[in-house]
Structures are given as structure tokens and as C-alpha cells.
């Protein structure tokens, strides 16, 4: 990394959540470039260490160049998006700390999980914590954001975000509790939040992006058919997964690169793997109506209002 590079950041604040395979790919790569980066997530001991490579790697990073610049770094921060008083709670230590936020990733997600968890307010959890705990934190750091003087928020989709029926009343109330269309429903509003945050609140340049398939723990959880089935073609066609490293290309590209735009779908190449570039936003995405009703029942759900 030249120098310039590793100082691209200097200043800004990003917070990341989650510190799995592709989160602490974009919290690494952030504290490379300068920025000081909040890595968010449930688990202490494992947010923990996670800070800890980073440092290492940050240190690393100095000896190579030569300099005794500190980098600002990376710091833990609890938060646990299947709980609501958790994200608020988060959100105002967030407010008491810092006065601007400039990065937001929403990283954070769980995948198909074999039995149906519901949140103290009956929501789902694939769409309580790859959406709407996500919706509740940008919204409760929105004053933050609008500190900053180049606000980016980065929700991240999946390919698998094309549910077979659209009904928000599934995210509730769960309903013959599926955990693939749910995983596709909580994916496919990651992607309409991005492009609605971008419409309404112009002073944040909103994207959504994709990590193509990438070897990360996210596959390991479940014994249902759908993950078993992945598990088996995994192993037979091992190269049709990316590394972490690789998978978190997209998710930086549309926070960093100066050729993303606002309101844009980003994902690797070859759908599977590759370079960002951009990936193609489902109809149902494009369809301003449903995005408009998710974002009311986002509100009646959290109790919280966009600013
Ligand atoms: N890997 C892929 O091929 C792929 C494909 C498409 C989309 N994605 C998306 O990419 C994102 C990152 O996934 P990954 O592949 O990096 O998987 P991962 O390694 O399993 O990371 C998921 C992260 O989410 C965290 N998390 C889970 N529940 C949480 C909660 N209630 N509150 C806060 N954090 C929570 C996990 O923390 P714990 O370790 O403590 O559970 C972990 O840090 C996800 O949104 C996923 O849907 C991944």
C-alpha cells in the first residue's frame, strides 16, 4: 500500500458491524486507509480479537513503511441487532463519543437459521438483523451523519435476494417460517433500503453492494436442506467461492471508489467472483411503491423516524 493510500482516510469515522469473514475484510481495509473504525457486534471476546488483528496488522503496516505514524484504528463496540434496546443502546454511546460519523457498513447477517427466532417485538431474525436493526441504527445516527461532509451508508445484498413471494407480514408474523425466502426477504430490503435512503435523504450517498459467494462462517450454521445442499457444492466446486478478502471488494468500492454513485447496486463481476462492477437491481428494488411501504412498516416496527 503507498502512502498516499494509507492516509486516504485520515479523519473520517466508519463503523462496521459485524467482524466476520467479510465485515473485518472492510474494517481492515478502512484502518488501513486512515479512517478510526467502530467494529460492531454481539460477541466481546470475538469483537475483541478481531480489533486485535487489525491493530497487529496496522503495525505491520508502519514497520513496512518506515514510519512511527499511528494509525487512529479500530475499537470494539457492543452491539447486538436481534435486540432493539441493544442497537439504541449502541447508537447513544455512538452520540455520546463522537460528534460526526462519516461510514456506516451494515455487514452484520445471519443466514437461514433452522428455527424461527423472533425479537421481543415478534420480528424475525434474518430480517431483524440483516434489515431492520440496521434500519434503526443509520436512523438513530443520522444527526451524525449529517455532521460529516461526505456521508456514505453501505447495506449489504446477497445473489439470493430474489424472495418467491414479497410479504412484509412474513417478517413479523413468520408465517409457515421459511428460512430461505426469509433470508431473501431480509436480503432484498437491505438492497431497497440503500436505493430509499439514497432518494430521501440526499446528503448521504447510499449503496447497496453484494459479496458474490465468499468463504466465511455464514454457511455453517444451519442443517436445513437449502444450506446442506450449498455445503455439498461448496466442496465438490471449491473455486466457486471468493476469499473474504476478495468478497469485501464490492462492499468498499461503493463507500470509497470516486466512480460509485449513490443509489447504486455494486457486486463482483462474474455474479460468483471477480471485480466490482455493477450488478443488476431486481424489479421488485425498483418498484418505489414497495419500497415506500417497507420503509412505513420499518418505521412502525422501530418506533424510529428519519430525520
Ligand atoms: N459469505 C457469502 O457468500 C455471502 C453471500 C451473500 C451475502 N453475504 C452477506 O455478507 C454479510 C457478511 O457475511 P459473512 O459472509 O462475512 O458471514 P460471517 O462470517 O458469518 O459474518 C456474519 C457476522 O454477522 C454477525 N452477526 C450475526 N448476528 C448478529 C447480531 N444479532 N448482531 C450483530 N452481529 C451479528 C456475526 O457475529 P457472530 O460471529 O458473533 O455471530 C458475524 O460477525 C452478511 O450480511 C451476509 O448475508 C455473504
Same mark, same amino acid.
Given at each position: ?27 481492515? $481495509?478502512?484502518?488501513? =486507509?486512515?479512517? /478510526? *473504525?467502530?467494529?460492531? +457486534?454481539?460477541? #466481546?471476546?470475538? &469483537? %475483541? ?71 421481543? $417485538?415478534?420480528?424475525? =431474525?434474518?430480517? /431483524? *438483523?440483516?434489515?431492520? +436493526?440496521?434500519? #434503526?441504527?443509520? &436512523? %438513530? ?167
Amino acid at each position: 500500500m503507498s502512502r498516499s493510500e494509507s492516509s486516504f482516510l485520515d479523519g473520517k469515522t466508519a463503523i462496521v458491524t459485524g467482524y466476520g469473514g467479510v465485515g473485518y475484510e472492510v474494517a481492515l $481495509a478502512l484502518a488501513l =486507509r486512515g479512517a /478510526a *473504525v467502530v467494529v460492531a +457486534g454481539r460477541d #466481546e471476546s470475538k &469483537g %475483541r480479537a478481531a480489533v486485535e488483528r487489525i491493530e497487529r496488522e496496522l503495525e505491520g503496516e508502519d514497520a513496512r513503511q518506515g514510519l512511527d505514524r499511528r494509525f487512529p484504528g479500530a475499537a470494539f463496540e457492543m452491539l447486538d441487532l436481534f435486540d432493539p434496546s441493544s442497537t439504541r443502546d449502541f447508537a447513544a454511546r455512538v452520540i455520546a463519543s463522537r460528534d460526526h460519523v462519516d461510514m456506516i457498513f451494515c455487514v452484520a447477517g445471519v443466514m437461514m437459521p433452522d428455527e424461527l427466532g423472533l425479537t421481543s $417485538a415478534g420480528v424475525e =431474525r434474518q430480517f /431483524a *438483523v440483516n434489515y431492520l +436493526g440496521h434500519y #434503526e441504527l443509520v &436512523g %438513530r445516527l443520522m444527526p451524525l451523519l449529517r455532521a460529516s461532509d461526505g456521508a456514505r451508508v453501505v447495506t449489504v445484498s446477497s445473489i439470493a435476494n430474489r424472495p418467491t413471494r414479497f410479504d412484509l407480514a412474513d417478517a413479523v408474523a413468520a408465517r409457515d417460517y421459511v428460512p430461505s425466502i426469509s433470508y431473501a426477504l431480509s436480503k432484498l430490503c437491505c438492497l431497497m433500503y440503500a436505493l430509499e435512503l439514497n432518494r430521501r435523504f440526499p446528503f448521504v450517498r447510499a449503496c447497496c453492494a453484494h459479496p458474490g459467494l465468499a468463504r466465511t462462517n455464514l454457511f455453517s450454521g444451519s442443517k436445513g436442506f437449502t444450506m446442506s445442499l450449498l455445503r455439498v457444492i461448496f466442496f465438490v466446486f471449491p473455486f466457486i467461492r471468493q476469499s473474504a478478502r476478495a468478497a469485501a471488494r464490492p462492499v468498499l468500492y461503493a463507500a470509497l471508489s470516486p466512480d460509485a454513485v449513490g443509489g447504486a447496486y455494486y457486486g463482483p463481476m462474474f455474479a460468483f467472483a471477480g471485480p466490482p462492477r455493477r450488478a443488476l437491481t431486481p424489479l421488485r428494488a425498483r418498484n418505489e411503491r414497495l419500497r415506500e411501504r417497507m420503509w412505513t412498516v420499518s418505521e412502525e416496527l422501530t418506533g424510529v423516524k428519519y430525520e
